[in-house]
């Protein structure tokens, strides 16, 4: 994944790609899950999902966090059914969750709204393998990172370094180890 040429970008782009769909996974299923767990409702019918699948698509798309996406999503669930419970004969709130989610999403982004970033609930697991591919794709562009490189003492300008047999590979920019500080070693 961190070489050079088409099949390492492309290898690249399919785990990005994979991290951002079960992001946005993530994000629906949490609110179902609010929705049935904490409100009782059922979850989103099927003929909205489409509708909320591009509405948490235009979030993430707009540069919004996985946590931020929660914030939007509990948002949304609690808005519709606090509006379900002052509108008792109106339609199920499942059905307008995926309307404002959008609205809320699209006020933020034209006011430049700060969302806080939210944590799951201790009732709901995340997939376990979003972690190890949230962090497996944050090491993979970092090695592409641009002020990594730059900051970087072991790699020239566009991130290659030498090897032993005047080889080129491509540097990880691996910290520096951090040796004992010897004022600390004084103290014993």
């Avoid at 994000?27 to 059922?42: A, I, N, Q, R």
């Avoid at 962090?135 to 970092?142: G, Y």
């Avoid at 002020?147 to 990880?172: F, K």
């Avoid at 180890?177 to 600390?184: H, K, N, R």
Wanted: aromatic share 8%; charged share 30%.
């Amino acid at each position: 994944m961190t070489g050079s040429g088409q099949a390492a970008y492309e290898a690249r782009r399919a785990l990005a790609d994979c991290v951002e769909c079960m992001e946005f996974v993530d994000v629906m299923t949490y609110l179902d899950e609010l929705l049935v767990d904490k409100y009782g409702y059922p979850t989103v019918h099927e003929a909205r999902r489409q509708e909320l699948a591009e509405n948490i698509r235009l979030g993430l798309v707009a540069g919004y966090t996985p946590g931020q996406m929660i914030c939007f999503a509990w948002r949304a669930a609690d808005t519709a059914a606090g509006w379900k419970e002052r509108n008792a004969r109106m339609g199920p709130p499942e059905a307008s969750t995926a309307t404002i989610i959008r609205n809320k999403i699209e006020k933020a982004i034209e006011v430049h709204h700060s969302i806080p970033e939210y944590d799951t609930s201790r009732w709901r697991q995340p997939p376990v393998a979003l972690f190890a591919l949230r962090k497996l794709n944050a090491d993979v562009q970092r090695v592409f990172d641009r002020s990594v490189i730059e900051d970087c003492p072991d790699c020239d300008h566009q991130g290659w370094r030498e090897t032993d047999a005047e080889t080129l590979i491509r540097c990880v920019h691996q910290p520096a180890s951090v040796d004992e500080d010897p004022a600390d070693s004084a103290k014993d």
